[in-house]
């Protein structure tokens, strides 16, 4: 803050230190709620009050996700926090939405929304969403800065909220929910088909397939039993216009024009790189694309050709 002359207001180079002071913890059903470090877990203990309240809907919203039942790093998950009770509120009858920021390229989120889902709850994503809450019939409910996460949100760090039961402010909150929820850009699938998750990934990493979906190939026998004998998903590679690099398995494929055709070909490296799901794992959350790679999803569909 720049020095002002006013004696009616603060200079902040100015202000000498004071001790700790010891804030009253919420008692009503309105007011703030905050997260002090490891002690003062006052938002953790509204949301938990909030969920166990719903009788026919309940939202959540947060932009991050983690510890609930996914361990991070030394941090073990912590299901009491918010897992358990959205469990037990799915088993009586209610109605749970969770909207949350769509992030593939952490593995907490997506393990994360998976368990939810598995438990009954929708999960709504969206690729802008950063508000939390927590709003059940919309009649009791908070808004927060923190995320649904343990040692930077629920149980540890420094953030604050409003318990807002019965008031104006929660039921404009839910309209607002309600619309973003309804305007959401992304959708969460479980286990979808390699086609549909090529067409459809959110992965600023990754790009989608350059070639025909249907692709007249070349191969020897032995290169065409090896690929058809694969399971799972198939990852390419590329760099520039030059070869095509097919992943599957712990196997590798080149596929190459020459004289007007497609030629497929077994990799040198063929049974001795990582495989295709740690490779995938790693471009979607740690491995920066070289500049000038393109890497993705191969949905094609390879057709034989006689020799």
Same mark, same amino acid.
């Given at each position: ?24 913890? &919420? ?48 941090? &073990? ?231």
């Amino acid at each position: 803050m720049p020095p002002d002359p006013d004696p009616e207001r603060y200079r902040v180079e100015s202000r000498t230190g004071r001790t700790r002071l010891t804030v009253t913890a &919420p008692t009503g059903e309105t007011g703030p709620i905050w997260t002090w470090g490891s002690e003062e877990r006052h938002i953790a203990t509204a949301i938990e009050d909030i969920v166990d309240r719903a009788q026919t809907d309940l939202i959540l919203a947060t932009f991050s996700v983690a510890n609930m039942t996914y361990q991070i790093g030394k941090h &073990p998950p912590q299901p009491h926090l918010l897992f358990d009770p959205v469990r037990r509120a799915v088993e009586r009858g209610v109605r749970v939405r969770m909207f949350m920021r769509g992030r593939n390229n952490m593995d907490a989120a997506r393990a994360e929304a998976a368990t939810f889902a598995e438990a009954g709850v929708e999960i709504v994503p969206d690729r802008l969403n950063h508000a939390k809450a927590a709003i059940a019939d919309g009649r009791h409910g908070a808004l927060f800065s923190a995320n649904f996460l343990t040692d930077l949100g629920l149980t540890g760090g420094i953030e604050m909220g409003m318990r807002l039961d019965g008031t104006a402010a929660l039921t404009e909150a839910v309209r607002y929910y309600e619309h973003a929820m309804d305007q959401a850009n992304m959708t969460f699938v479980r286990d979808p088909s390699l086609g549909e998750l090529a067409g459809t990934l959110y992965a600023e990493a990754l790009t989608p397939w350059p070639l025909p979906n249907s692709l007249e190939v070349m191969a020897d026998d032995h290169t065409w039993r090896r690929l058809k004998e694969q399971q799972g998903v198939v990852l390419y590679e590329r760099s520039g216009a030059s070869t095509v690099t097919l992943h599957s398995g712990s196997d590798r494929w080149q596929l190459d024009t020459a004289n007007g055709w497609w030629w497929l070909e077994q990799d040198s490296l063929s049974g001795k790189s990582r495989k295709t799901s740690e490779i995938f794992e790693a471009w979607l959350t740690r491995e920066r694309t070289p500049e000038g790679v393109q890497r993705g999803l191969c949905p094609a569909v390879l057709v034989r050709m006689p020799l």
